[in-house]
């Protein structure tokens, strides 16, 4: 709840503020990505090193995930990150009701899908596995949705017109921030797929379900955003878990005195 009333905030914020919050949300949402994803990355990397390498040799130690790991999904992260918060500023009212629905969904499902697993799965790894096997189906299924509502929405008739001219025409500058070069550009682009694909399809004079498949192919290039909110509801979900144990084992540390297991006396 509280991740999706700060992501409703950020898509309402004035352009100043959001533009001065930009690095710090950055920040934030590209490690909640990250903790997702390194997450998975190590639960492949273990089930891949339990099948095949035995326990006392050292390369199980050293592949089992290090700083080439950390630098490689911190990167993916922070290329997600931005595609997800400069992707909100730019939503529709349909598209953000559509990624609060799949929020919600996404948590039914995990919830439905913990019981289901639980005894399937260790323990230890219940939540984790969850998560893993949610992501797939989650993002599909948002990627569906947001090209339904993107197919529903008017677009801007580009036919015959000179894509620089198409630019000038419906973006506009509003802002010297990062975040407000970032929101430029992702415009731009897609202004560009829609000149493109339009220009094409009437020079070739493709009509029907050829010219929706051409339609949804663009918009599928879109599925960024999908990716990259089920990663953020993933990493999310990944830190609370991580804060819970936390909070168990600090608990469970209150009746050790001195770190020596022994009990207190009730």
């Known amino acids: 709840m509280a991740l999706l009333l700060t992501m409703l905030a950020w898509w309402q914020l004035p352009e100043v503020v959001a533009g ?32 095949y390498l035995k326990k006392t040799s050292p390369w199980s130690r050293w592949l089992r995930g290090g700083v080439v790991m950390v630098v490689w999904h911190q990167l993916v992260s922070a290329i997600l990150a931005t595609v997800l918060l400069v992707s909100l500023r730019l939503a529709g009212l349909l598209d953000m009701a559509l990624l609060v629905a799949g929020a919600s969904l996404f948590w039914v499902c995990d919830r439905w899908a913990r019981s289901r697993l639980a005894r399937h799965v260790i323990s230890d790894y219940l939540s984790a596995v969850t998560r893993r096997l949610l992501v797939a189906p989650a993002s599909v299924l948002l990627v569906v949705g947001l090209i339904a509502v993107s197919l529903a929405r008017p677009q801007p008739y580009l036919v015959g017109m000179e894509l620089e001219r198409a630019i000038q025409d419906h973006i506009v500058s509003n802002g010297q921030s990062l975040l407000s070069v970032f929101e430029r550009g992702a415009s731009a682009l897609e202004l560009a797929s829609f000149w493109a694909v339009q220009n094409a399809l009437d020079g070739l004079g493709v009509s029907g379900w050829a010219a929706v498949l051409g339609w949804a192919g663009v918009f599928a290039l879109q599925s960024a955003l999908a990716l990259a909110f089920v990663r953020l509801l993933v990493g999310a979900a990944a830190s609370h878990d991580a804060l819970h144990r936390l909070g168990e084992r600090a608990d469970a540390d209150e009746f050790r005195p001195d770190g020596k297991g022994e009990e207190k006396v009730k």
């Open 20 to 51: 001065m919050l930009f690095p710090l949300a950055w920040i934030v949402a590209a490690q909640l990505v990250f903790v997702g994803a390194f997450e998975a990355a190590r639960l492949r990397r273990r089930a891949w090193l339990g099948q």
